[in-house]
């Protein structure tokens, strides 16, 4: 009943857009770091985004920014993936994530595989064809 559940996730052509969603009824475990990640078959799992609303960062890949948007609802009981200008190097099973961290090592969750996250969706499938 605490486990983020992401959806959102299909099929777009290059350059198109999706928006990616995660969230959780009842009680969730305390948390002030959300992220994203996504993983293909046979690769690493990928850092895409993070923030810590409260501390008010936010993270973003090298490989995505300028072109991904992580974001809360007002309620602060959804997370958000805006992802515009899609192409092929996104394809992925995406990821949403829960921690509880300080804003500095939120950020540096991306790229950090020693930052725990205890919460973790099950994921949803984005495809960017050509």
């Known amino acids: 009943q605490a486990r983020p559940v992401e959806s959102g996730g299909g099929s777009v052509q290059t350059g198109g857009s999706l928006r990616l969603s995660c969230a959780a009824s009842?009680?969730?475990?305390?948390?002030?770091?959300l992220a994203w990640f996504r993983q293909v078959p046979g690769k690493e799992r990928e850092g895409v985004a993070a923030?810590?609303?409260?501390?008010?960062?936010?993270a973003y890949a090298d490989s995505v920014k300028g072109r991904f948007t992580i974001s809360q609802d007002n309620a602060e009981t959804t997370l958000y993936l805006q992802m515009n200008s899609l192409n092929a190097e996104d394809t992925a099973m995406y990821y949403c994530?829960?921690?509880?961290?300080?804003?500095?090592?939120?950020?540096?969750?991306?790229?950090?595989?020693?930052?725990?996250?205890?919460?973790w969706g099950q994921g949803t499938q984005v495809t960017v064809s050509s």
């Open positions: 009842g009680y969730t475990y305390p948390h002030n770091c």
């Open positions: 923030m810590h609303p409260s501390g008010g960062t936010a």
């Open positions: 994530a829960w921690g509880l961290l300080a804003p500095d090592r939120c950020a540096a969750s991306l790229d950090d595989r020693e930052v725990v996250f205890y919460l």
